[in-house]
């Protein structure tokens, strides 16, 4: 009998009150388990021995609880997870008050890390136990059951997901992402519920740009009160409550680009509220406010500083991911994944949301199209191109349809290089975030760099070409500054270059902006304190010439600019007098240095000399382990002649046959053996005419030779030739002249009786 799910499952159990057996649903909360699970707090900020052991013991309790919950049976588990509102409270807190990675944190006390690490743990195998409907073929849940459960239960919420996604999601994705695809998949309300969620998200970018008293899209159209104090910009608020915003932009940030990339299909959703454009809007106002904020702040605390830098930067980034993320799911996948049909849909999709960010109002007629200018999203397009270049999507677009539409996206392109107007490509592409550590709060020496007032570069404060990631970049210098600080001395004489170069290094040599300010009188205060006719001052090239000298007796015995001492007595002018041809042939130290080594050949010996009455050294009985005895039993060369005219003995003495006097027999010999080839090779003399029946055979022979080499195999057959005549012919006979009577025609000239026939038939010879 097939097993039953749990939701409709029956159990029968004893009744405690009355003793009778009675049957109840097998999810019911009498089964639940009396429990009570605490509520997680965070572990302590500053590591304070009583607090540190205050936090441990509530965490072992949360942790013991937990393991206890995982090791229940199926149907168990089940109750107590519907039924026990305080686990779901304990489970709650833990995803309110955990600290994140880019939290504040002070490096904890090693248990404090690993009592960490297995909630971490536990806590995720509870959440993935209870996103699984079916755990085994006996144990599992209907899926309508299922989603029913999660929903009308508060298992999941759309807040508890964008928790287990940046809390889990590193290290973790691919069960995340089956979870919460399991999630969705069985209970699509929870797509409702995204949608509904969307306007408080967005409300969240639109509060940011209210307290930095910024004016963004959808900013509140109701006039201020009068009683209401004034807002304050990033640049003139408290320090700290520039901390509180930057927190929270990092947290949210961070948040939404970890959904989306565990879950990318709630992109659709997303955009159904214009969310591309409304980040864009929002990059464009925020970061480059809160950025200047920092920069301009270089007295206050620098670690803090550096800290804000770090987190408004890795907030800039996910804000670039989050964009790149929705439009390669809404636009550039399905472009990949549809047939040719299907695919213009999403192509307009994609020039949809680049054209509403390259104008204020909704992309008009591409016959009609503007001029492109930088109304939105100068700067977020610069940044967005550095990352993910526009130009390798359109190019992507240009392969899947040749029905793209080359004026929208010719109009595209042209705004994308307009926004790059005024800044050097390659060294924003070039100048990447720092990277992000593991522990965010640690603060990089990057950015403690920027944060630093003795270290911060004087163009800092309306610096936008590099966006979060303005790392001071390699100053201008030579040719080119000569000519920037000729551009303002033409218009303002009477500045001096030294002045100029100040207000060029403090605003990023832009000297546009240079001139600009001087004329309105609004120079920074520190450049309103120099004399403006301060004199460009010679600085010394940084690399010394010893330094940067390179050549072959560098770094040699004699080399006075990398060692202190010399030795003086190799070091003499001209040729020594003492030294002279012979003195020179005379000297044999290198001969002695050299003797000792080849007295070692002279170890090994042919003969021992041993003097009468002394033992010899080396007896033949002895038994010797390094001996070769392995020709010991053959007497090899025993037989050679071993004399000095070896050579003489084995060949005699020959004397050359030119120096030779003529003997006549042994002429005779020679004639007589050439005589005896002769015959054998060469036909008889006495033959003028050879037997033609022998040159037929030899001929035959010749030809049958050919013939075997080509793969001939001849007939050997003799029955066309058939007996004699008047004695009658075998059937094989006739058959055989028959057959070469008709295929004779295919060799040499033998077909002159068929085209004698044909002629005639064609009347050509008479009959």
Known sequence: MPALPLDQLQITHKDLKTGKLRTSPALH?????????????????????????????????????????????HDKFWCQVV???????????????????????????????????????????????????????????????????????????????????????????????????????????????LDETMPTILQVFSN???????????????????????????????????????????????????FLDIFPLACPTFQKHDFCYRLASFYEIAIPELESAIKKRRLEDSKLLGDLWQRLSHSRKKLLEIFHILLNQICLLPVLESSCDNIQGFIEEFLQIFS????????????????????????????????????????????????????????????????????????????????????????VEAAEAVSRPSSLPQNLEEEECLGAAAAPGPAVCGVELDSLISQVKDLLPDLGEGFILACLEHYSYDPEQVINNILEGRLAPALSQLDHGLDRQVKPDPTPLLASRHNIFQNDEFDVF???SVDLSRVHKGRRKEESARSLL????????????????????????????????????????????????????????????????????????????????????????DEEEAEDEAPKPDHFVQDPAVLREKAEARRMAFLARKGYRHDSST???????????????????????????TRANHNRRTMTDRKRSKGMIPS
């Open 29 to 73: 909360p009498e089964q639940k388990a009396d429990r009570y699970f605490v509520l997680y707090k965070p572990p302590p900020k500053d590591n304070i021995p009583a607090l540190v052991e205050e936090y441990l013991e509530r965490a072992t309790f949360v942790a013991n609880d937990l393991d206890w919950l995982l090791a229940l049976p």
């Open 83 to 193: 039924f026990d509102e305080t686990l779901q409270k304990c489970l709650d807190s833990y995803l309110h008050y955990v600290p994140r990675k880019f939290d504040e944190w002070v490096a904890p006390a090693p248990e404090v890390v690993d009592m960490e690490k297995r909630l971490h743990r536990s806590v995720f195998l509870t959440f993935l136990r209870m996103s699984t409907h079916k755990e085994s073929k006996d144990h599992f849940i209907s899926p309508s059951a299922f989603g029913e459960i999660l929903y009308n239960n508060f298992l999941f919420d759309i807040p508890k997901i964008l928790d287990l996604c940046v809390l889990f999601g590193k290290g973790n994705s691919p069960l995340l992402q089956k979870m919460i695809g399991n999630i969705f998949l069985q209970q699509p309300s929870y797509y409702n519920d």
């Open 208 to 258: 940011i740009l209210q307290h930095c008293g910024l004016q963004g899209d959808g900013a509140c159209a109701t006039p201020q009160k009068l009683e209401e104090r004034g807002r304050l910009t990033p640049s003139d608020m408290p320090l700290l409550e520039l901390k509180d915003i930057v927190l929270y932009l990092c947290d949210t940030c961070t948040t939404l680009w970890a």
């Open 356 to 443: 509403s960010l390259l104008q204020e109002k909704s992309p008009v007629s591409p016959d009609t199209l503007p001029p492109p200018r930088r109304t939105l999203s100068g700067r977020f397009l610069r940044d967005y191109d550095a990352l993910f270049p526009v130009a390798d999507d359109i190019s992507l677009l240009q392969q899947a349809s040749s029905a793209l539409d080359e004026t929208r996206t010719a109009y595209i392109l042209q705004a994308v290089e307009s926004a790059w107007e005024g800044v050097d490509r390659r060294k924003a592409t070039n100048a990447k975030d720092p990277p992000v550590a593991e522990n965010p709060n640690r603060v």
């Open 562 to 564: 990398s060692r202190d």
């Open 586 to 673: 005379n000297d044999k130290r290198e001969v002695v240095a050299q003797r000792r080594r080849y007295e070692q050949y002279s170890v090994v010996a042919e003969e021992v000399p041993v003097q009468p009455g002394e033992d010899s050294p080396y007896r033949g009985d002895d038994y010797e382990d390094e001996y070769d005895d392995t020709y010991d039993g053959n007497q090899v060369g025993a037989n050679d002649a071993d004399s000095d005219d070896e050579l003489i003995s084995r060949r005699p003495f020959t004397i050359p046959q030119v120096l030779r006097t003529k003997v006549p027999r042994e002429g005779q010999e020679e004639d007589e053996e």
């Open 719 to 745: 029955a066309v030739a058939g007996n004699p005549r008047g004695h009658g012919q075998s059937r094989e006979t006739t058959q055989e002249r028959r057959k070469k009577e008709s295929s004779k025609a």
